[in-house]
Every structure is written in C-alpha cells, then in structure tokens.
C-alpha cells in the first residue's frame, strides 16, 4: 500500500512538473508574439508618419484655395448671384472638408505618437478573443 501511493505521488509530482513546464514553454512563446506584433506594430507607425506631413500641406492647399474664392468673391468681379452662391457653396464644402482633415490629422498624429496605446489595445482585444476561444472549447458559458 505504501509503495503505491509513494508511485501515486511520484506520478502527481512528475504530471505537475510538466504541466508547469508546458506553462513555461506557452508563457515564453506568448512573450515573444506579443514582442513580435509590437515591432509590426510600430514599423507600420512609422509607415503612417509621413500621411501627418502630407495631410499637412493639402490642408495648406485647401486654405490658400479658400482665400482665393474669397477674394473673387468679396472683389467685385462676380456679379452674378447665381456665381456668387456657388462660391459660398464651394467655400462651405472647403471648411467642411477641412474640418474632416484636421481631425483625421489629430488621430494620426495620436497614433504617430502614442503607439503604446494602440498596441495595449491590440492585445487586449486578441486577449480577449483568445480566452473566449478557450472557454468555448472548454464548452463553459459564461454566466449572464
């Protein structure tokens, strides 16, 4: 009896050795994807930088072609009122148009500059995607 449950142990110690061993190995090789997505991740930032420039300098375009609508419009030349509101017209669509690019500007500039967040971001969701995963396939329902 006594050697059977010295084998008993022996075989509970040794499942509990690999089992913690096989955690290990997972722990490790989760370390490394996540390090992995984070350099993705921030090679595709810096692919993303430029766009700030870049939006910049059409946003400079999109002030330079107001001012020009402007000044045809308050000149004098236009005298028809038809051409007239078709210059608001086209002055109102500007500012809304670049209203649209300095917000998107902002978020890129945030991204651009704060990768850390984006990237906690990513792997919180995928975190969270996997752990749902495995409670499906463990067949457990979480409680509503």
Partial sequence: MAKTLKDLLL???NATLILVALCLFLGWRL?????DITKAFEEKIQVV???KDEIRGVRG???????????IQTSGDVTD??????ISTALVKLDNLEERMQ???ARIAEITESPDTLINTAI????DVIADRIIAVRGCVPSS
């Fill in 103 to 105: 917000s998107s500007q």
């Fill in 81 to 86: 009122i038809a051409e007239k509101v078709r």
């Fill in 31 to 35: 370390a490394s994807t996540v390090e």
């Fill in 49 to 51: 930088a430029p766009l």
């Fill in 124 to 127: 919180e969701k995928s975190a």
């Fill in 11 to 13: 075989a509970l110690l």
């Fill in 61 to 71: 375009e999109l002030a330079a072609l107001r001012s020009d609508l402007t000044n």
